[in-house]
């Protein structure tokens, strides 16, 4: 019989899995957090982030969560933005910069190229990887 419990990384309590991964009292504050920060961008559209923790007591870490997460889209509010995971430029939408998502797409494209360049000199020198040749 398999548990599907966890250890919440809030506070550390054990609790039964879900699609969350907060134990039911951590979710429950986390959904309090995010309903005053909507309530309050509802009423100042053009607040920033630190305008919003300092207002609302709600501190930047789970505002940035919000937005990361999508829960608040930051296109609707001009001012909220936060930095890129890689390089820490300031964006409103998604995880990275449009830069660093050129940059990783670039390094992605070019490892495809190497390894499908790879396979076929080793197809030619009659290797074959990860497939059977018919008898």
């Not at 506070?11 to 979710?27: E, F, M, S, V």
């Not at 919000?66 to 995880?95: A, H, K």
């Amino acid at each position: 019989m398999d548990l599907n419990v966890a250890n919440c990384p809030r506070c550390g309590r054990i609790y039964a899995k879900t699609l969350r991964n907060l134990c039911p009292d951590c979710l429950r504050e986390e959904e309090e957090l995010y309903e005053i920060v909507y309530r309050y961008l509802r009423d100042n559209p053009k607040s920033t982030v630190q305008q919003v923790s300092e207002n609302t007591g709600v501190p930047e870490e789970r505002i940035l969560g919000f937005l990361r997460q999508d829960r608040i889209m930051s296109s609707e509010w001009s001012q909220l933005t936060y930095p890129c995971e890689r390089c820490g430029t300031q964006i409103n939408t998604g995880r990275f910069c449009e830069s660093c998502n050129q940059e990783m797409q670039q390094s992605l494209d070019s490892a495809a190229r190497s390894i499908k360049g790879k396979n076929a000199d080793q197809q030619r020198s009659g290797y074959h990887i990860g497939t059977r040749r018919p008898r």
